[in-house]
Nanobody
Framework: QVQLVESGGGLVQAGGSLRLSCAAS????????MGWYRQAPGQPRDLVAAITSGGSTNYDDSVKGRFTISRDNAKNTVYLQMNSLEPEDTAIYYCHAEVADPFTPPVKYHYWGQGTQVTVSS
């Protein structure tokens, strides 16, 4: 069973920085793309940033130039460095991972972390 464990959320003042981490276990080297989503109260869960196993990245326009996603494939860990944080970044941040089926690799399963709260005060 694949598990994603997040850490690094918290309370920070506007303009500050936080670094989120998400470690995956139980994937046996079958992890593909990983990413971070966020959900503010009353809002849908939206993509923040994603990274493929080869290192290609994409970002939501609202975080480009401020956030950086990276991963350590040896540790099955994805990171989100968040700089110049704004109150609008306040949300629960969720880690996501695609994991290939061990017998039918084109089939992908989606896993989520439990979420970590990020609060940015003005």
């Amino acid at each position: 069973q694949v598990q994603l464990v997040e850490s690094g959320g918290g309370l920070v003042q506007a303009g500050g920085s936080l670094r989120l981490s998400c470690a995956a276990s139980g994937s046996d080297g079958r992890i593909g793309a990983m990413g971070w989503y966020r959900q503010a109260p009353g809002q849908p869960r939206d993509l923040v940033a994603a990274i493929t196993s080869g290192g290609s990245t994409n970002y939501d326009d609202s975080v480009k130039g401020r956030f950086t996603i990276s991963r350590d494939n040896a540790k099955n860990t994805v990171y989100l460095q968040m700089n110049s944080l704004e109150p609008e970044d306040t949300a629960i941040y969720y880690c996501h991972a695609e994991v290939a089926d061990p017998f039918t690799p084109p089939v992908k399963y989606h896993y989520w972390g439990q979420g970590t709260q990020v609060t940015v005060s003005s």
